[in-house]
Each structure stands twice: as C-alpha cells, then as structure tokens.
C-alpha cells in the first residue's frame, strides 16, 4: 500500500511502510529465471502473475516445497493449481487438500473445467469420484486416514496441496493438518497455502524444521484496496480520515463521530419527551436509529455496492433478513434474470419428490432468489447452499445473509461486505469478534478483475464507538496457535506404525512443542534475569541485616523449610508473615465461595410466592417471587419490590443468601410489565405485614476461629526478629525478596507445565488404552520393553470419531449387535449428533421401540465407565452421547418420509432444519461405513452396517450424496 493509499482505501493486511506490498521471501531466488514448466503454466492463464506467485511458483518448479502465507482474495491458489500442472506433466500424483467439504466440491469442479475429468477424482467420505485419478480433491481428514492405513493410493505422490492450512489452529479439527505434514513422505512436496498471520516466519521454521527445505513466501499485499465504512442511519461515511498526511497513521473520520453525538443527543432527547422516560421500554426489533434491512440494502443499489454479504451470526437471522427484504417488495433483477435462476433452480431441485418440495418450501426460497435475495448458512439444504453460490457467482444473487461459514473459503467475493454486529455467538457465549475474525470476514470485498476496490460496511447502532471499528480494521496481529493434542485413534496409529519411543518423538516435533519450546527460551531468560536480581537483593539484605547487628548466617536463602527450623532467623519470620497473609486470603476466599454456593442453592430453591428480603444492590425492602429461577448454574428468579421495581435478580444482588419470610398469594397472570400492574401488586405486598429481616452479621471474620491461623500469629508475636518490625528499609529488602522467589517458583512451574504437557497428556492416553487392552506392554527380541496394538486396537486404528473410543467399547461388547439396521442407525447417531442447545439428551427421550431405547442406555452405561476410567487417569471425558437425533434417525432409516423425520428432529419444539438433518445424516452414514471397516466384514454388526447406510441414503439424503 502507499502512502496515499493510507487517506481513503485502508488496506486491512498490509503493514505501514513504503516497502509494504513487497513480498518477503526465504529461500527462494528473487530474480525469477525462466523455467520451461512455469513458462507452459503461465500461457494458457488468461492473466499475468504477482511476484508472489511467482516466486512461490518458481520454488515449486525448483524442487523445494513452499508456504504461501496472503490475504483472502489474493490468488494464492494459484500455487496449488501449479502444482497441479507439475504433477500432471512429470506423470506422478498430486493431492488437493480442503478442511470442508463445500471447498472441495468447488475446488474439483475447477479443476474438470481446466483438465477434464478423467484427470481428477474427489474424495470427501460422502463422495467418491474416480478415485484413482493422478489429482484428487479431498478433505485433509482423508489424506490423514490414507497415511495411517498405508493406503497403495500414497504410491507415486509428489504434491500435497493443504489449502487454508491456518486451519490447523482450529480446536476441534487441528490435529489432523499436523499429523499430514508430519507423517508424509518426505520426497512429497508439501505446498501450504494460509491467510495472513503475523507469525508466518515461524510457522515457516517449524515445518522447514519438520519437511526439510521449504520456500516461506509473504505477501501482505491486498490485490483489490478495501475502503472501511460505517453506516449511520441512511448515510455512509468513510471511517477514516481522508485528510491525514502521507505516512501518518490513520484517524477515525471526525466527521462520522460527530455526528454519531448528534444523533444521540437527538434520541435521547425524543426519549425523554415521549412520555416513556429514559428508562422506558425499546421498541422490540432493530434498534433506534439503525436503518432497516431492505433500506439498506437498497441504499447500497443506488450507489453501485452490490453485489454484497451481509454477514449476520445467526441462521435464524439470516432467514429473518431475507424475509424481511422479499415481503418489502424489493426486486434486484430483471425478468429475464429471474429466467435464468428458475433454471439454475430447477437443475438442483428437479430430483426432488413433490412433497419433499413442500416440506422443503422450495418455492418460498424459489422467490427470493427470483428476485437477487438469498441467505446462506450450514442450516439450509446442501443444494439450496451450492445453488445461492452458484447465482452469486453468476451475479444472479445481489444480496446474500450469510454466517461466517461462507467466509471459510469459499469462492463467493462481493463489491460489499455489511457487518451488523461485531459481537457473535461461539456456542457458549456471545463474544467479540475478533481483529482476525473481522479481517476474514471483510476480506470477501473486491473482486479480483472485476471490482477496482472492496467496501466493507459496518451498520452503526446506539453504543457502537467508532474507535472500536478502527480497532478492528487496524489490527495486523493474527498469530497462528496449534491445536495439537494426542487422542486414542492418534496414539493407536502412532504406537502402530513407529512404536512407543517413535510416537513420543513424533509429539516432540510438533508445532505445538515447537511454539512451546520457543515460548519457553523466553520463560527461561526471565528466570535467570529474576535469579540475578535475586542475588543482589540477598547481598543488599545480608549488608542491611550486618549493619543492625543481626547474624547473616541466619538469611542464607537456601533455608531448610518443611521441618522445625523453617521458621528460624529473619527470614523464616518474613514466611511466617507470608504464611500469615496466605491463610487469611484463603480462610476470605472459603468463606466467600460458601456464601456463594449457599446464595445459588436457595436462589434456586424459591419458588411463585415467595417473599424475601433484599439489602444490597440498588433495591432494598421486600420482594415477592414471580417467576422461579430455571438455571440452576447461575439462579435468577423475575422478583417485584416493594418500590415497583421488577426484574432478575442473582448472585450479586446478595451479601449473604436470601432467607424467605413469608408467602404471598399471587394471581395466575401477574401483570408486572405495565407500571399500573407493578403499582397494584407493590402495594399487595407492602400491605401483607412482613417486615425486612435484620441483615445477619457478616462482619466477624472468618479467622476468629482458625486454630491454625491463631499458631501462627502467636509464633509470630513470640519470633526475636518481631522487634525489628520498626526496621523498614530491612522489612521492604525482605519483602522484595520474596517477591522474587515467588517469580521464580511460577515461572519454573510454567516450563515444567508447558514442556510437558504433551508427553504427559499422551502417557495417560497410553494408559487408559493399556488398561482396557487396545495397548498391551511386552519386550521385543532383545528384551527391551514396547507397547503392541491389540486387535481391539487395530479396530480403534480405523474408527476416526470425537467419540472413537467408546464407540469400539461398545462393539467389543457388542452392545450394537442385535439391532435392526434403522435401529443401529438411531443407536449410532448418538455418538454423532450434538444438541445445539443446553437441552436433556439422555436415552429415555426414544419412546415406542423398547430394543432402541434399552440399547441407547447400554451405550450411556458405556459412557459412564469409560468417564469414570478417563477421570481416573486425568484424561478429557468422552462427550456423553445425545439421543437428541436418533428418534429422527430410526424414523427415517424406517423408510417414513422426510415430513415425519423433521417433524421428530427438533429441539425445545423448534423443527431440525433440512441442511441439518441431511449433514446429521450424512456423517451417521460416515460411521457406519467406518464400523462395517472396522468389525469384520462377515460379521452381523458389519452386515447390518452396511444395510443402514442403504437405508438412509434415500432422499434428498441421497440427492446430496450423489
């Protein structure tokens, strides 16, 4: 970026500077020479290619393997296509790796369209397609798989292509990028394709260190300039200052604070006059002063901005937002546009059945996209998602609500990117996004040759500081972090193939142990910057104490501790000081952990009626229960006060637990919404005559009655260095003293956590398998120890599941073995499916097949000794199973339809959306193809196996697999 790009177009992954946009390269020769395979590449491309690209591409023509680290948009798969080119020309393979499955499925229709499809296969565990092809797309789980089975496929591999490998920092799915890079022949040319992160040298170093020589290329550089806006109300203002001098960094557009205090001054006025208040109710729907979403939509048509992405973290809000736009009445198309999406339609819905095409509401989603609006997300059927793409390229769709999923890759760029909110839901809490996040997201503005710049908008609403937008758009930090953790498949395929000390050794060279090992160099240079200070202080303290008469034999700091002289000489009464301040914060924290506890149990425990005293908080007086609490982990039961107020109260409005006195009868409709029911229901409970319990006394302090504590102090009264205590200068030497021992203590504790966190986790896995004899301890020829895999463990080896371990318990205990093919196929989907919410998913939810649900709670019978085993070994817990799925599962594994299986799949009365019932079934059909691998192919288990992926692959179930 230049200096005059920094007053409009803000370039969000390009560093200050006016060498910014230069790629930085290792390794490879700057000066590209001509090389006859690039050369042949390059001619039939339709455009030229940037330094980057060609510097990647030359170190791939000169035998080295590269990292391509860019931003989203930039081309870099370009590298993997010539990859690609290479290995077609040399007659060897080449495996193009995805994390999903969408991007595969794009990634090999771009590849027929180039080499025709003879040339390459897809594999992606629901789709096989000429498998033997020289380039085959596939999810980087496959290739892991294919490594561990030493699968004849891996015969004749040059190329490995791992597109999105920042991939590898997801919790969940990690690993698997890792154990590809490290298990690998090393004669394969690994090409490793990431999004920007600031720690891309070092992700380069650990896999040169891993895969030998490798050319690190980093290229900050956006193709297309992104412009940062924020829209307030109707208006959209830059965010940034457009009159900031070359070089300076950028400010937010004063202008656009401004007027965000206008508006605000204005609402706040408006509110005060509309007889609600201050305090007065919202209205319910968007926020004053935001603009609607058709408007919005329609302001960014009238100034060329579409096509665009709305970015909304909800698939119910994406829904809401596409609504919205087609009951306004706004059409983005022309007639004979509309034309050519009912035909694409028809291409991706002509195989369904007339009535899967009513459940489905083909034709309500068939409306939207007749008129450019459309909404994406993992909730919508798999050939709804892969039409909208497909439009959206075509620019056939101008408007698209889309989660973050679609920022995951796939090819879908916008002239415009709209976020609404910077705050989504991560399956546990509503959080911020973060500065990467952001970066991910607004990078799907500008089009590579079509847009000459991106536009990234963020809506603004009451309490949104520009400042923080800024914050976001300006954040270059975005440090890759591994995700590598041993798990019992890894370890049994590790053990299996380099034996017990080959496995360890393996963990030792991942990139988790290398960030580890660096990390710890800077750990330990503090420990010796801290032990140098720590001398000087004991020589200043020894010159103190000499000075004042007292022996300096007696403050050598390596004092024996734990005996009777622990406590001798000056510093064993500045422990006994430290000692004495640690049981009290301890005795503080007990006793406050109490009340907390006792405060939550009897918050939960009041119920309709109830009155209770509240002295704390901004409400005192009596308050009468109205609503009970419903969450037992954090209790707020809906409470009127005596003062009218009504709401939620919880554990912080406490000091001490509440205590009831007294009930109150309450009408079955309590009115508390409106100030006259408030009023009417506030004087009830004044007037039934109970009175506020004095406060109890919470001011005696919990170490009045700790004998240890009392020891202690008297020690401490009757130590002779007690009278020194008016010796300040002595006592402050001391305390800085100790300061540093605790330094040193906590960081020797971190390097001792830290470097062995690995070898530890993997020790306890090892052992929970030799317990239940997948593992067996033996010797070898020469006596010394090693670890064999068992045939149970060979069953383990294939089965490639969050749940692995228990689901070959449950086979060895042949737990499944008696079922009907629909009825294993409902038993299954249990170690599958995971509620979406906090929702009870024991066994007994099946009703009207007692096999089903008496097998379902065999399986949790599983479950619990297998936790009971990993507790025990200090090992994570195995999820429980949920049985939230598998009434739908057997339903339509039963050959009922799709109808019947939706109405049976939802959660809290809300219907399974058709995208998750299909991805639900489809990875119940990948378990079971993996059981019928795993249980030996003649027995009933693996028969009835077989028969249940015929059962389920029917459908749309079957339209989407193909």
């Known amino acids: 970026m230049t200096s005059s790009e920094a007053a409009g177009p803000w370039d969000d992954d390009t560093p200050w500077g006016p060498d910014a946009g230069a790629p930085i390269t290792e390794g490879a020769v700057t000066e ?64 193009y790796t995805t994390p999903i499955k969408a991007l595969s499925n794009q990634k090999y229709s771009d590849l027929v369209a180039v080499h025709g499809a003879d040339s390459i296969g897809l594999l ?85 260190t891993v895969r030998g020589d490798t050319t690190v290329v980093v290229d900050d550089h956006r193709p297309i300039p992104l412009w940062q806006h924020m829209m307030v109300g109707n208006r959209i203002f830059d965010l940034f200052d457009q009159r900031i001098r070359p070089g300076e960094r950028p400010q937010v557009n004063g202008e656009l604070t401004r007027y965000i205090k206008q508006r605000e001054m204005v609402e706040d006025h408006q509110r005060a006059h509309s007889g609600r208040g201050a305090r007065g109710r919202p209205q319910r729907g968007r926020p004053t002063g ?75 989603w068939e409306s939207g996209l007749r008129r450019g609006l459309a909404a994406h997300h993992a909730g919508m059927l798999p050939a709804f998602r892969h039409a909208v793409e497909e439009l959206f390229v075509r620019g056939l769709v101008r408007a698209v609500f889309a989660t973050e999923t679609l920022a995951l890759g796939i090819n879908m760029p916008a002239r415009s990117v709209v976020l609404e909110r910077l705050v989504k839901f991560n399956g546990e809490s509503h959080v911020d996004l973060t500065p990467g996040e952001f970066t991910q997201l607004t990078g799907r503005a500008g089009r590579r040759g079509i847009d000459v710049e991106g536009h990234a908008v963020v809506v603004w609403m009451p309490g949104l500081d520009p400042t923080r937008v800024a914050g976001l758009a300006g954040a270059r930090t975005f440090p890759l972090r591994s995700s590598f953790a041993p798990e019992y498949n890894m370890a049994i395929n590790l053990i299996g193939r380099l034996g017990l000390a080959g496995a360890k050794n393996l963990l030792e060279r991942s990139f988790a142990q290398f960030q580890t090992d660096r990390s710890v160099v800077g750990q330990h240079r503090q420990i010796d910057k801290a032990r140098v200070i720590l001398r000087k202080i004991d020589t200043e303290l020894v010159g103190r104490a000499s000075g004042l008469g007292i022996d300096p034999g007696r403050l050598a700091p390596d004092e024996p501790v734990g005996d009777a002289s622990a406590y001798d000489g000056f510093l064993g009464y500045m422990t006994l000081r430290e000692d004495i301040r640690t049981r009290e914060r301890d005795l503080k924290f007990h006793k406050r952990m109490t009340l907390q506890a006792n405060t939550v149990d009897e918050l939960f425990g009041l119920k309709r009626g109830h009155v209770i005293g509240l002295h704390g908080g901004r409400h005192r007086g009596l308050a009468v229960v109205i609503e009970p609490a419903n969450d037992r982990r954090d209790p707020k039961p809906l409470v009127l006060c005596e003062d009218g107020w009504a709401g939620r109260v919880g554990v912080s409005d406490f000091l001490n637990p509440p205590e009831v006195v007294g009930n109150m009868r309450l009408p079955r409709q309590v009115d508390h919404r409106t100030g006259r029911g408030r009023r009417d229901l506030a004087s009830s409970l004044r007037n039934t005559g109970l009175s506020v319990p004095k406060g109890r006394n919470t001011k005696r302090s919990p170490a009045a009655d700790d004998g240890e504590l009392a020891d202690l102090r008297a020690r401490l009264r009757a130590h002779p260095a007690h009278e020194l205590s008016s010796h300040d200068e002595l006592f402050r030497l001391a305390e800085r003293r100790n300061r540093s021992l605790r330094e040193i203590t906590n960081l020797t504790s971190s390097v001792d956590t830290r470097t062995s966190t690995l070898s530890v986790t993997f020790d306890r896995i090892v052992a929970v398998l030799t317990e239940l004899g997948y593992l067996l301890a033996d010797v070898d020829a020469e006596g010394a120890p090693r670890m064999v895999v068992t045939e149970s463990g060979s069953t383990l080896s294939r089965v490639y599941s969050e749940s692995d371990l228990l689901i070959c318990e449950c086979i060895r205990a042949g737990v499944w073995d008696a079922l009907t093919p629909p009825e294993l196929a409902a038993v299954v989907s249990s170690v599958v499916y995971e509620s979406r919410r906090d929702t009870y998913s024991g066994p007994d939810l099946v009703t009207g097949n007692p096999t089903l649900r008496e097998t379902l709670s065999a399986t949790h019978k599983q479950w619990r000794t297998l936790s009971a085993l990993e507790n025990r070994h200090g090992v994570g817990v195995t999820r429980e199973p949920d049985a939230g799925f598998a009434t739908a599962m057997y339903t339509w594994a039963a050959g009922r339809s799709l109808g019947e299986a939706l109405a049976v799949a939802g959660e809290r009365g809300r219907p399974l959306p058709a995208g998750d019932f299909v ?24 028969r009835s196996a077989k028969s249940a992926v015929g059962c389920i692959k029917r459908g749309v179930v079957a339209v989407e697999l193909g």
């Open 32 to 95: 590209v020479v001509d090389r006859p395979r690039l050369r042949e590449f390059t001619d039939r491309l339709s455009f030229s290619l940037d330094p980057f690209q060609r510097e990647s591409c030359a170190a791939l023509e000169d035998g080295h393997g590269v990292l391509v680290c860019a931003p989203t948009g930039a081309g870099k798969t370009i590298v993997g296509e010539f990859a690609v080119h290479l290995a077609l020309q040399a007659g060897t393979k080449c495996f």
């Open 290 to 364: 935001t603009i609607s979403r058709p408007d919005l939509i329609a302001r960014l048509d009238r100034d060329g901005l579409l096509p665009a992405i709305g970015f909304i973290f909800s698939r119910a809000g994406c829904e809401a937002a596409l609504e919205q736009c087609v009951r306004s009445g706004l059409n983005l198309l022309e007639p004979d546009q509309a034309e050519q999406v009912a035909e694409v339609v028809a291409r991706y819905t002509g195989e369904f059945s007339p009535s899967d095409r009513e459940i489905l509401r083909v034709d309500s």
């Open 919 to 942: 991805r639900w079934s489809r990875q119940v059909i990948d378990l079971l193809e993996q059981i019928r691998m795993s249980a030996g192919a003649e027995g009933r288990l693996a």
């Open 124 to 208: 992606t565990g629901d789709s096989s397609i000429n498998p033997y092809a020289p380039i085959v797309v596939m999810t980087t789980e496959v290739v892991r798989n294919m490594i561990y089975a030493n699968s004849p496929a891996l015969d004749g591999l040059s190329h490995v292509v791992m597109d999105e490998v920042h991939f590898l920092a997801d919790r969940f799915r990690g690993a698997v990028w890792e154990e590809v890079i490290l298990h690998l022949d090393p004669d394969v040319k690994l090409v490793s394709l990431s999004a920007t992160v600031s720690n891309a040298e070092e992700f380069g170093d650990w896999i040169k």
